[in-house]
């Protein structure tokens, strides 16, 4: 799939398996979702542009490598993609945060804006969206837009685990995004929800029904 990154590292496979069970509890579905965003990271943030500086260590002076370009911003979806952002600012602690809440009408499954809240410059920035699930889709492109109307020409999606049709939805809205998944699983039930997925993603984080 073109601009789809879906990970194969056996530490993601491993903890995205203790994150599926339904016994794991809240602390450990919380943790698990900082861990596995971060791995994510890792390598979503691998065309980070580079510059040359000039730097002097205890022995001598020499020139190394320092991240330069465009600043990074972190905007996860509320309110489940909270739980991402932990793992991102671990790797860049320097990241600014956004955040775009919606909701998903249980009747048509689109999404509804209830909160918009990004930095001033978004427009210069790298923007990593997050949202654990990517299932219907229509909330991923909806926060894609928000972003794009504010200027914004450098975004990428980050998400847990996708459906196919999210994919597509993205795919087809957004085709310059570039996707980062940890796993792509089977389809949506009637209801909307990723199959076998793992329930309710921010019920899990924050221990709510």
């Known amino acids: 799939m073109e601009n789809v990154t879906i990970f194969d590292h056996p530490l993601i496979h491993h903890k995205m398996s203790i994150l599926r069970d339904v016994n794991t509890s809240s602390k450990q579905f ?9 791995l994510m990271a890792y390598e979503a ?3 980070l542009p580079l510059k040359d500086v000039t730097v002097t260590t205890p022995i ?14 972190i905007v996860p979806i509320l309110r489940a993609g909270l739980g991402m952002v932990g793992g991102i600012l671990s790797l860049v602690p320097s990241a600014r945060v ?13 999404p509804h804006e209830y909160y918009c809240k990004l930095p001033e410059d978004i427009a210069k920035r790298q923007v990593i969206l997050l949202d ?7 909330s991923a492109s909806a926060a894609i837009r928000f972003i794009k109307e504010r200027g914004c020409t450098s975004i990428k999606l980050m998400n847990i685990i996708a459906a196919p049709e999210g994919i597509a939805r993205i795919q087809k809205d957004h085709p310059d995004i570039e996707l980062y998944c940890g796993c792509v699983d089977e389809k949506l039930n009637e209801n909307g929800y990723i199959v076998p997925g793992l329930g309710d993603a921010g019920d ?3 221990g709510t029904k």
């Open 30 to 38: 919380r943790e698990l979702v900082e861990e596995i965003s971060a």
């Open 45 to 47: 943030l691998r065309d």
């Open 60 to 73: 001598a002076t020499s020139t190394f490598k320092m991240i330069a370009g465009k600043k990074l911003a």
């Open 98 to 110: 956004g955040h775009i809440g919606l909701y998903r009408d249980h009747e048509t499954l689109e």
């Open 132 to 138: 654990p699930m990517l299932a219907t889709g229509g």
């Open 204 to 206: 899990r984080i924050f």
